[in-house]
T-cell receptor
Framework: AQSVAQPEDQVNVAEGNPLTVKCTYS??????LFWYVQYPNRGLQFLLK??????LVKGSYGFEAEFNKSQTSFHLKKPSALVSDSALYFC??????????????FGIGTKLQVIP | DSGVTQTPKHLITATGQRVTLRCSPR?????VYWYQQSLDQGLQFLIQ???????AKGNILERFSAQQFPDLHSELNLSSLELGDSALYFC???????????????FGAGTRLSVL
């Protein structure tokens, strides 16, 4: 079975500082990894994904994530946080060997609060 | 705008009642997913349909059922409602084509269900 862990319920960071939102995963095969963001009263929006290739993936709004196979991690990062980045962030994983049925498992979410 | 449409936006009903939530996927997407988001349980995968057929099942209660119609829209039926069913219900869609856009799920804005 596949699973995702987001160890922090909330991350607070000052505006302009770098931010990291942590994610670790578990799958039996090779993973597809995703980050989504949810703003208040909105649905989830795709930020970035890792399928294969470079371990550093760049996504929307200046976010990036680093895939680390040995640590089974996929942490979300941004060099300089903006107040508008405050939202709920979800990490998700799909087992590459799950065929065409795309069952994706989401983490519980991490609330990012950027302080002005 | 994700291209996924969910109706209604809000639904208020009483315990024991039955409701239907509707989802229209992005044009061309064959897969539809339903999720339940509550404060205490995070984002829970309920069920996935692909081109009218059920493909994967998650933590969906027996009181809940779903279907995907020939025009690819989907409905989630919730019956014998309980107070604990109050939550945000999201629909997402995705394609299974060969482009890099595959594997990304596009979420609707959700239906907020309040059971009183």
């Amino acid at each position: 079975a596949q699973s995702v862990a987001q160890p922090e319920d909330q991350v607070n960071v000052a505006e302009g500082n770098p931010l990291t939102v942590k994610c670790t995963y578990s799958v039996s095969g090779n993973p597809y990894l995703f980050w989504y963001v949810q703003y208040p009263n909105r649905g989830l929006q795709f930020l970035l994904k890792y399928i294969t290739g470079d371990n550093l993936v760049k996504g929307s709004y200046g976010f990036e994530a680093e895939f680390n196979k040995s640590q089974t991690s996929f942490h979300l990062k941004k060099p300089s946080a903006l107040v508008s980045d405050s939202a709920l962030y979800f990490c998700a994983v799909r087992d590459m060997n799950s065929g065409g049925y795309q069952k994706v498992t989401f983490g519980i979410g991490t609330k990012l609060q950027v302080i002005p | 705008d994700s291209g996924v449409t969910q109706t209604p936006k809000h639904l208020i009903t009483a315990t024991g009642q039955r409701v239907t939530l509707r989802c229209s996927p992005r044009s061309g997407d064959l897969s539809v997913y339903w999720y339940q988001q509550s404060l205490d349980q995070g984002l829970q995968f309920l069920i996935q349909y692909y081109n009218g057929e059920e493909r994967a099942k998650g933590n969906i209660l027996e009181r809940f059922s779903a279907q995907q119609f020939p025009d690819l829209h989907s409905e989630l039926n919730l019956s014998s409602l309980e107070l604990g069913d109050s939550a945000l219900y999201f629909c997402a869609s995705s394609g299974l084509g060969q482009s890099s856009a595959k594997n990304i799920q596009y979420f609707g804005a959700g239906t907020r269900l309040s059971v009183l």
